[in-house]
């Protein structure tokens, strides 16, 4: 698809590599890289293809580029089947930065289904080598916050209703907490096309982030919105784990290229990290376990995804 494709012409562009089959549709590609690059780079889905997956496939490569790299990546910023960019800004970054790097991104235009039209400049300094990680402890959830935003056509009220929607749905399971979630209406000169959507994230005590979010569309009551997020944080709380569905799979690669042993735990493994661990396996040195977690409550459905990373080191640093 266009976000796929993208994708891979932006890695050919990173390392002035060789892309052959590389069209939309196309089942077979052969891919050759060369050195990489640091610098500018720009990918653009020309459709609402995610900004997000276009970050995910370009961040380890850019991490071990020569010099630093700046990104215009272009598409939805908060499109389905993807992360949307506030679960990337809010959730990602600060969790994936355990892994001794860091990285800024500037949202510069949001964009929706279908036409697209967003843009994000990611800027990242290349390693030496990525830290392990450690997130076994859950603790407990010290707040929850969020944002609920419209843009283009639609009005604030829209964005109210499903913040008090997803404040409802989460009060029924937890009482005493105080709970944020601001309705917000992106501003017209930095939102292309018209979109509505929630992310609620639930911070931990151990420093954990755990969220649910859900977009809004054409015949979709807004309070099923702000349910539908809330209901998908409140799953991701029950399962004890210290990260949530989403953000599971993205953690593979780093762990596989980080140096020592990377532990987290989690809830059910979803069939994007079975994945993502083959492919790590096959493409690196890194060797996965997964174990179910021994846990004092056996109604808890956890598990350890532990690796022993491959010691990426970059070579021209």
């Known amino acids: 698809r266009p976000q796929h494709l993208s994708g891979l012409e932006i890695i050919r562009d990173l390392c002035d590599g060789k892309l052959e089959g590389g069209e939309i549709g196309s089942t077979e590609i052969t891919f050759t890289p060369g050195k990489i690059r640091g610098g500018t780079h720009i990918a653009d889905t020309k459709t609402a293809g995610s900004v997000c997956l276009l970050m995910q496939v370009a961040m380890p490569c850019v991490l071990f580029a020569a010099s630093p790299s700046e990104l215009h990546l272009k598409g939805g910023t908060n499109a389905e089947m993807a992360p949307q960019i506030d679960y990337t800004v809010m959730v990602f970054k600060p969790i994936v930065e355990k892994f001794n790097f860091s990285f800024n991104c500037d949202i510069k235009r ?3 289904y279908p036409q697209g039209g967003g843009e994000v400049v990611v800027q990242m300094s290349p390693v030496k080598e990525l830290s392990p990680i450690n997130l076994t402890e859950r603790g407990t959830v010290t707040k929850i916050y969020g944002r609920a935003f419209v843009a ?15 404040v409802r749905c989460i009060r029924k399971e937890i009482r005493d907490l105080y709970i944020n979630i601001q309705p917000v209406r992106e501003p017209d000169d930095q939102a292309f096309g018209t979109g509505s ?16 979010s859900s977009l809004g569309k054409r015949g979709k009551n807004s309070d099923k919105v702000g349910i539908e997020a809330a209901e998908i944080l409140l799953r991701n709380l029950k399962h004890g784990g210290t990260v949530d569905d989403s953000l599971q799979d993205q953690l593979i690669i780093f762990m596989a ?12 493994i979803t069939l994007h990290t079975q994945t993502a661990i083959h492919f790590a396996e096959q493409l690196t040195k890194a060797k996965f376990t997964v174990t179910k977690s021994e846990e004092e409550d056996p109604s808890k459905d956890t598990y350890i995804i532990e690796c022993q990373g491959m010691g990426m080191i970059n070579r021209n640093l």
């Open 257 to 268: 290229l980080a140096k020592g042993v990377s532990r987290v735990k989690s809830g059910p």
């Open 197 to 212: 959507g929630i992310i609620v994230v639930a911070e931990t005590s151990t420093g954990c982030l755990l969220a649910g």
């Open 152 to 166: 283009g056509a639609l009005p604030i009220k829209l964005a109210k209703d499903m913040s008090a929607a997803a």
């Open 110 to 112: 949001r964009g929706y």
